[in-house]
């Protein structure tokens, strides 16, 4: 492996290729305040009370509180410029709670009780011991709405201005194809939005929480921008990032922490076998076949270090873990299968562009041996349905994964798509991340229509709900549903949620 | 008034004189906690568990709580070393509390009830993205105490370093006096501490609250510093300050605000007259004969705007108000005639040194005039006792301020000194600020071992409470004492306790 001595070098050149990020100013829009209502998302509705240009002229004093929206999400860091009226002879004590959601922002966080840390949640309590004076919060947020309580003023305070200085890798939105209709514009614009505010000095998973580059975000969010801010150099840095923290064992990580110093961060097995798909797209936008040949060992070290869970019989182990495939509880046997094979193509498509015809071929000829095998174990060739595990499971994962690896033409997975719709407890996608994984296999097997109205209905369904970046998390008939046990950690803005930028410009 | 046109001029000679501080790196010295004990003042000890040394070995994780004493009281920023053990996949979400007292350190800050901001209160909830790091806390604290709160830790923290890097005008304490007893040394050490803990961009009253500039703890600052440090450049600056923020009125103020733009703050009759013996003090130290002529006008100004408050009988009003003299309750009559006789004395030295005689003298004549009033109208010859007020009260104050303007001969004073204290009902001082007072009218009286004894008493009393900087307020009989109605506010490192300086060098 002494491609791994490449790491310091790639992590180098990563350095370089930083992005200069982009900063704008963005004032508050409205003073609004939340209030419970049944019939709102998350029982939280926003009222408008008055313009945010009214502030300056609003007097606030110990005890009181106000929330702004800024009318659009945005990530950056808070700016208040504070006058003082009467009394100035104390600091101004303030707490600010920054907010994705509106239930977020009118929610107590002391009660908050997920399994992941509170810290994530965007509080600060600071003391401001001069006024007037303009203040900066250091942390960086990612929020639409500003929650800002008095807790402690000498005599009046007016907030004569409340910004966000906005910071990204880009700042405009690009245009949206003009054939698509009024809702698919939208929905483009809400993706659009998403990618851009996760585009930082990674591509991160959300600018709320994790803050990181994951490598199966990353996949996602490399296809979108192909399709649309073309920042190449960004998915060049964010892949030579990965491969400069693999492992001694020449894993690639899932995730990796970059500050202060590149980590390797989780693993997930498929995340580390579609890291062929991830480089062969690269290579395809920009014909940079230098570092497709570089990391071509990387590519393949993924496939020798999962051959371990195949059999004899050119299946993935029945109860094979380790994967992440969705948040969904199931068997993922023959979503790990396809995945495995999707990969093993990509990897072949690769090798053709870099000139391996020789390691194209047995890459070819190791994924049609475990479709093979899949069609003879796993498929049910009468109900058209294929079946997971030691107990038959059905689920949509188990069906998408291995059309999108190919293993069916395209009617045959239409007709397994038809199929699973019948099957009353088949598990369903709880993801944004595997619900693009059903709509490009709708694509895939023709089902256009199905693909769009899947569209309109999921990702439009958040827009219904009051979303201007997607979710990280969002199934309609569970409104507080999070894999963390507590609805105010989950992620209002998330890369995996964006790829309607990419279904909308490739198909 | 034409001197009024000169106060842009002494604000700009003032910003030239602006000190650069000095800075120096305090590590805590031990870990603590803090045990309800009814034997130690404010019912609070402190117990060494650790020493700090061993803070880099510990392991803190969400929930828990430690308490460091730096074994000194400092002023300055608080930086904290941070490394994560295991897990860090989450920011650091900190409350950190620094404090002067251990009952400060020990208290919950949500049950404050005073009647000042509990913004002065030293406590910040921050969030801290990236770890390893090493993080400065943006606010100054003045503290010996810091408590730190693991409010969300991803996994294991250890606090490699919790460091303060204080920070003053001066740094290195001077020696003591060899003639001193030990118990004297101590006590002028201690104070030391306090005036240098306040000496920062000007004399500020108290470094935790309320960091300005007052016209009456300077007085007592630049006694104290004349002896000790001899910043006489930061004396300058800070009467500079004091006349460049005279109102229109030619008044000038009792205290300034400096940030972000010079403001004049509360008014106070007995501090502005006083303003005669700063700036004598000052032109006495230094001979800078030039800005004693550009300010004298200044300091007889507030003899002008004082006049109005004098009877024809050359009593000052029975019932006057607007200066402070003490927090105690008390009628300010012959205080305050003792403050103005006293300042107008301190006027004709100032014009005998700048070569005023003629004023100097007219000064004196007056100064006379109104000795004499007081001791025909409001002193009971036989009983040796000052009456003050329409009620004929008897307090301290009443009896101080017109034995340290020299109304009375020595011996007198004496005789005044010895009957108040066998009138039961007497007015005893509350501050600090009015025991320096009763202190210096001792050593007027020539009655050194009173004087002696007192400062042993009162300064040394709060020593052996576990002060290493003097007090804002101290009452034995009253361990939470507070003139804002709850003593997490008072200030326990405060100018005006800081005169046994001046008092073991002087006499």
Redesign the interface.
């Known amino acids: 492996m002494d491609y791994l001595n490449s790491r310091s070098s790639w992590l180098e050149r990563a350095n370089k290729l930083k992005p200069q990020l982009k900063h704008w100013t963005v004032s508050a829009k409205s003073i609004v305040k939340c209030i419970a209502s049944e019939s709102s998302w998350q029982k939280t509705e926003i009222k408008v009370l008055d313009s945010a240009a009214t502030l300056k002229s609003k007097l606030y004093k110990?005890g009181d509180c106000f929330i702004l929206d800024f009318g659009e999400s945005l990530v950056g860091h808070v700016r208040i410029k504070l006058r003082p009226e009467g009394r100035?002879?104390?600091?101004?004590?303030l707490?600010v709670t920054a907010a994705e959601m509106p239930y977020e922002v009118s929610a107590d966080f002391n009660k908050y009780n997920g399994s992941?840390?509170?810290?994530?949640l965007?509080?600060?309590?600071?003391?401001i011991?001069?006024?007037?004076?303009s203040y900066d919060f250091?942390?960086?947020y990612s929020l639409r709405y500003l929650k800002v309580e008095i807790?402690?003023?000498?005599g009046q305070i007016a907030f004569n201005e409340i910004t966000v200085i906005a910071e990204a890798a880009e700042e405009v939105l690009p245009e949206s194809p003009a054939r698509l209709s009024e809702i698919n514009k939208k929905i483009d614009q809400v993706a659009l939005r998403t990618l851009r505010n996760c585009m930082q000095d990674v591509f991160e998973d959300g600018p709320k929480r994790?803050?990181?580059l994951w490598l199966g975000d990353l996949r996602l969010q490399a296809k979108a921008n192909m399709q649309s801010f073309c920042q190449h150099e960004l998915v060049e840095r964010s892949i030579l990032l990965m491969a400069a923290a693999t492992d001694d064992d020449g894993r690639v990580p899932a995730c990796i922490?970059t500050?202060?110093d590149l980590r390797h961060?989780n693993d997930l097995i498929d995340y580390a076998l579609l890291f062929s798909d991830v480089v062969d797209d690269y290579v395809s936008a920009t014909s940079n076949l230098k570092l497709g040949k570089e990391l071509f060992p990387l590519v393949c070290r993924q496939f020798e270090l999962f051959r371990p869970n195949l059999g004899d019989d050119g299946l993935v182990d029945e109860e094979i873990t380790g994967g992440f495939i969705d948040w969904a509880q199931l068997n993922k046997q023959t979503a790990m299968q396809g995945v495995y094979i999707y990969s093993l193509k990509a990897a072949a498509r690769l090798a053709v562009r870099l000139g391996f015809i020789d390691i194209s071929d047995s890459l070819k000829t190791e994924a049609d041996k475990l479709s093979f095998a899949l069609k003879e174990h796993k498929y049910d060739k009468r109900k058209k349905i294929i079946l997971s595990g030691p107990e038959n499971e059905i689920s949509y994962a188990g069906q998408v994964w291995p059309i999108l690896a190919g293993v069916f033409p395209e009617d045959e997975a239409c007709d397994i798509l038809n199929s699973i719709e019948s099957i009353p407890n088949a598990i369903v996608p709880q993801t944004p991340y595997m619900y693009h994984h059903l709509v490009e296999a709708y694509f895939y097997a023709g089902m256009e229509s199905r693909a769009y109205d899947l569209i309109e209905r999921y990702w439009g369904g958040m827009i219904a709900r009051g979303a201007d970046t997607f979710w990280e998390v969002f199934n309609p008939a569970d409104e507080f549903l999070s894999p963390y046990r507590d609805a105010l950690i989950n992620s209002a803005c998330h890369a995996w949620s964006c790829t309607p930028i990419y279904f909308f410009r490739n198909q």
């Open positions: 110990t100035n002879d104390s600091p101004l004590r707490r992941l840390s509170r810290s994530w965007q509080d600060e309590v600071v003391n011991d001069i006024l007037p004076c250091p942390r960086r807790l402690a003023a000498a994790d803050r990181r922490y500050e202060p961060g």
